[in-house]
């Protein structure tokens, strides 16, 4: 059996590790130990001029009005905040997004 100072020294010297540890792990993360070696390469230049904000034709109509119905349906299940709509027709969209992935991949 350990005495009651060397276990309470036992366990604050754990408690000091682990403290330093998550130390450790939090200044890795924000990279306090370790610099980014470039960090001109995480910044991406944006192309300047006009931006459209026409959307191309789709080129199927039947799959353009199905995708705008499922994205209104899905409009106001989120704001009605209705977890059993947006269940059922993200089940339901399943079985009609394999079936379109199977016809391009047998389609020339």
Do not use: C
Request: proline share 7%; no cysteine; glycine share 2%.
């Amino acid at each position: 059996m350990i005495a009651m100072p060397e276990r309470r020294l036992l366990r604050l010297t754990a408690i000091w590790v682990l403290w330093l540890l998550i130390l450790r792990l939090k200044s890795n993360v924000r990279g306090f130990f370790r610099r980014v070696s470039n960090p001109a390469a995480f910044f991406v230049d944006l192309p300047q001029g006009k931006t459209s904000t026409e959307r191309p034709p789709a080129a199927d109509p039947a799959l353009e009005r199905t995708l705008r119905a499922r994205n209104e349906r899905n409009a106001v299940a989120v704001r009605t905040h209705d977890a059993e709509t947006q269940i059922a027709d993200y089940a339901e969209d399943a079985p009609v997004h394999l079936s379109n992935l199977v016809l391009r991949s047998l389609s020339p």
